[in-house]
């Protein structure tokens, strides 16, 4: 079943930030990182993010149903992935590498995607170099057994 994206407005903020808050929740239990895990941010800075000109929401949609979202910062040539969340039920299906290719198509103009992961989850940094993404060589300690790792995607 195909899914869709859909542009999320101001009026979305609480249902982009349940999605967020329910699909962090294992990676926030598992790292108790409650200064950097989208888990552990409050309504404001959803509400924030959707003010913010250079930042877009989408819904990812199946069957009509909101299964998770993304955002991404956007600039002249240069798009950052910020923020992929697929609801726990939903996640191991192939949505989010479906989403990402289908969002990388809404930007023509951005030669280079950049995004963040934790590096010791071998599952998302699987799907980005799945889909193209290479390591840049910089990693980020956030704490003891929790780095970031960042990745960058050329287009042109």
């Not at 992929?84 to 990388?104: N, S």
């Not at 290479?134 to 929790?146: A, F, S």
């Amino acid at each position: 079943m195909p899914i869709v994206l859909d542009i999320a407005s101001f009026t979305d903020a609480q249902e982009l930030y349940d999605l967020q808050i329910k699909s962090f929740k294992a990676l926030l239990e598992k790292y108790q990182d409650y200064d950097f895990s989208p888990g552990a941010e409050k309504l404001e800075r959803t509400i924030q993010r959707l003010y913010d000109p250079i930042t877009d929401y989408y819904f990812i949609s199946l069957k009509g149903k909101h299964i998770g979202a993304l955002r991404i910062c956007h600039f002249e040539t240069l798009c950052k992935l910020k923020q992929i969340c697929i609801l726990p039920e939903y996640q191991g299906y192939g949505y989010a590498q479906k989403a990402i290719t289908i969002v990388e198509s809404l930007y023509p103009t951005a030669e280079k995607w950049e995004l963040d992961t934790i590096l010791q989850e071998e599952k998302l940094c699987y799907l980005y170099e799945k889909i193209g993404y290479r390591k840049t060589g910089r990693v980020e300690p956030i704490m003891n057994g929790m780095d970031l790792v960042f990745y960058a995607k050329y287009t042109m």
